[in-house]
Nanobody, 126 residues
Framework: QLQLVESGGGLVQPGGSLRLSCTASELPLDSYDIGWFRQAPGKEREAVSCIASSDGIIMYTDSAKGRFNISRDNAKNTAYLQMNSLKPEDSAVYYC???????????????????WGQGTQVTVSS
């Protein structure tokens, strides 16, 4: 069974940057679509970005466009989320997720993903 481990979270000042990593074990990651999601206290889990396995198509939510960049390195079995120009409202636990056979256009839907990491905390504060 695919296992995912996120890392790279932490405390950063507004305007700063962080790069989150999502490393897979037990199975190769290259067959899976990857999504990044986040959940703030008292709020539902929401999508941030996704990248397809087959054609590399990338999607971002409006809040992430222009500031975040998703990528994957299948040779390292790792996906990344580069986050720039961070804002206090970006503070949340960030999760990576993996899924197969995700319908086109549904990569930002939580329920499409089968495997989830444990999350990494991102706090944006001065």
């Amino acid at each position: 069974q695919l296992q995912l481990v996120e890392s790279g979270g932490g405390l950063v000042q507004p305007g700063g940057s962080l790069r989150l990593s999502c490393t897979a074990s037990e199975l190769p990651l290259d067959s899976y679509d990857i999504g990044w999601f986040r959940q703030a206290p008292g709020k539902e889990r929401e999508a941030v970005s996704c990248i397809a396995s087959s054609d590399g198509i990338i999607m971002y939510t409006d809040s992430a466009k222009g500031r975040f960049n998703i990528s994957r390195d299948n040779a390292k079995n790792t996906a990344y989320l580069q986050m720039n120009s961070l804002k206090p409202e970006d503070s949340a636990v960030y999760y990576c997720a993996a899924g197969v056979f995700i319908q086109p256009g549904r990569g930002l839907v939580v329920d499409e993903y089968d495997y989830w990491g444990q999350g990494t905390q991102v706090t944006v504060s001065s």
